[in-house]
């Protein structure tokens, strides 16, 4: 399963068409693949995902068009890390391919950095509400540079030249769920018996994605109600 996250209406229609996908509410799908148009900027792309995440906690793809500093119209990237230019905070997906590249988000369009859109840091942070930083996946099409004004009659050619990343991901995160089913079995029940913060539930899955790598038996979790105790056993756990 794979959730798509568009800000454009036009962003969204080649992909619907490819996939088949047919409206139900303000969600399209197929049965593999739920797509919402979240409308421009970071505020409503981060409600409109959270929305999207609360029905469907699937990895989830922000696709859409970017501009750019120093990059041709029609080149793509994955996206290795995030700068909000209103707040400088700094977001790090952990899912990327080559060619990657850094984004800038912006909430008007001026200034252009090497990538920058208007949705990315608010894709991400309601994302990271609900998903590891490994599910959260940014693709970026370049379609204006300071010189070429973007044109709305390129954009869906320029998605559709694009859309094998989708099958790339459907694949990817199909082998990798058949991985973690059992892991997140795990990470439920020692949720149910301590409480872990986001940051000590990733630490948590890492660690047991590698005792299933190396066959080490996985750990037996017991009730713990200190942060301390926590802590301490999330540290036992780290033997390499």
Do not use: W
């Amino acid at each position: 399963m794979l959730n798509i996250v568009t800000a454009l209406n036009i962003e969204a229609k080649p992909i619907i068409k490819k996939f088949k996908l047919k409206s139900i509410g303000s969600i399209f799908t197929n049965g593999n693949i739920n797509l919402t148009v979240t409308g421009q900027g970071k505020i409503k792309s981060a409600i409109n995902t959270a929305l999207l995440l609360s029905k469907h906690r699937y990895p989830t793809l922000n696709i859409g068009i970017a501009g750019s500093s120093n990059h041709n119209i029609g080149d793509a990237f994955f996206i290795h890390k995030i700068t909000d230019c209103d707040s400088g905070l700094e977001y790090y997906p952990d899912f990327f391919k080559s060619p990657s590249e850094e984004l800038n988000t912006v909430s008007k369009t001026a200034k252009y950095f090497p990538l920058t859109d208007m949705e990315g840091s608010g894709f991400f942070e309601a994302c990271y509400k609900f998903l590891t930083v490994d599910e959260i996946v940014l693709y970026k099409i370049v379609s204006d540079t300071p010189e070429i004004k973007p044109d709305k009659k390129l954009i869906p050619s320029l998605v559709e030249k694009n859309l094998l990343v989708i099958d790339i991901l459907l694949e990817t995160f199909s082998k990798k769920e058949s991985f973690f089913n059992e892991i997140d079995e795990l990470i439920n029940e020692a949720k149910q018996k301590m409480k872990l913060t986001k940051t000590q539930e990733n630490q948590l899955k890492q660690t047991l994605a590698l005792y299933k790598i190396k066959s080490i038996p996985f750990p037996q979790f017991k009730k713990l109600n200190k942060k301390e105790e926590v802590k301490e056993f999330l540290n036992s756990l780290n033997i390499f």
